[in-house]
């Protein structure tokens, strides 16, 4: 798991593009009925938007609420093993993220019915409630088993343990096998650099 806030970040743009691309693709072969180049293309074109408002919704939502449920109800940071924390934490991530990607997708879907999103205002409701499971089926298993195994994989190549520097994480620092910080070493300026005490000669 990232160690501290520039970590998490870097690795929240990794793993939103893995699952926010998928979903996309997912959510277009749906309505196709298939998989084709034409619903790569078209998940592709809506991917940008989509991709950003994932992003917001993670970092300043999800996450959050996901962090605070995981290590108040599932595991204990210091004592659970770092696979159960990322199991837990990933878990708890996909339910607040499908709810409100769900609802943008219903919004999205808007603009595509004949008449435009005024005149179908009334079925975003049920569109959203039914979007809900069908995301939910696919994103869990999608993030434990694909996303996040190749998300971190990509992370922790690009990013080796410790050439990313910043406070740490208070509920990760005694995470079960989480390394200490590396930082650079500290030089004191040559002015403040005590010097050897002066040689005295022997008194003759």
Same mark, same amino acid.
């Given at each position: 798991?990232?160690?501290?806030?520039?970590?998490?970040?870097?690795?929240?743009?990794?793993?939103? @593009?893995?699952?926010?691309? /998928?979903?996309?693709?997912?959510? *277009?072969?749906?309505?196709?009925?298939?998989? !084709?180049?034409?619903?790569?293309?078209?998940? /592709?074109?809506?991917?940008? $938007?989509?991709?950003?408002?994932?992003?917001?919704?993670? =970092?300043? *939502?999800? +996450?959050?609420?996901?962090?605070?449920?995981? @290590?108040?109800?599932?595991?204990?940071?210091?004592? +659970? +093993?770092?696979?159960?924390?990322?199991?837990? $934490? #990933?878990?708890?991530?996909? *339910?607040?993220?499908?709810?409100?990607?769900?609802?943008?997708?219903?919004?999205?879907?808007?603009?595509?019915? %004949?008449?435009?999103?005024?005149?179908?205002?009334? $079925?975003?409701?049920?569109?959203?409630?039914? !979007?809900?499971?069908? !995301?939910?089926?696919?994103?869990? &298993?999608? !993030?434990?088993? $694909?996303?996040?195994?190749?998300?971190?994989?990509?992370?922790?190549?690009? @990013?080796?343990?410790?050439?990313?520097?910043?406070?740490?994480?208070?509920?990760? *620092?005694?995470? %079960?096998?989480? &390394?200490?910080?590396?930082? &650079? %070493?500290?030089?004191?300026?040559?002015? =403040?650099?005590? #010097?050897?005490?002066?040689?005295?000669? %022997?008194?003759?």
């Amino acid at each position: 798991m990232p160690i501290n806030k520039r970590e998490s970040l870097l690795f929240t743009f990794i793993m939103c @593009f893995c699952m926010v691309l /998928w979903m996309s693709i997912y959510n *277009v072969a749906l309505q196709h009925g298939a998989i !084709n180049g034409e619903v790569i293309a078209a998940a /592709w074109l809506g991917f940008p $938007v989509a991709y950003v408002f994932a992003m917001c919704c993670d =970092w300043f *939502v999800a +996450s959050p609420l996901a962090k605070g449920f995981a @290590f108040k109800f599932l595991v204990t940071p210091g004592k +659970s +093993s770092p696979l159960a924390m990322t199991l837990a $934490v #990933s878990s708890c991530m996909v *339910v607040p993220m499908v709810i409100i990607m769900s609802f943008y997708g219903a919004c999205e879907g808007l603009f595509h019915m %004949p008449g435009g999103p005024l005149a179908n205002l009334q $079925v975003l409701p049920m569109m959203w409630l039914v !979007n809900i499971p069908r !995301n939910f089926i696919m994103a869990l &298993p999608w !993030n434990l088993l $694909v996303a996040g195994p190749v998300a971190r994989f990509i992370f922790r190549h690009a @990013f080796p343990m410790g050439t990313v520097f910043e406070e740490q994480h208070m509920e990760l *620092v005694r995470m %079960p096998g989480a &390394p200490a910080a590396m930082m &650079p %070493p500290m030089t004191l300026p040559r002015a =403040w650099t005590p #010097s050897p005490p002066a040689r005295q000669e %022997p008194l003759t």
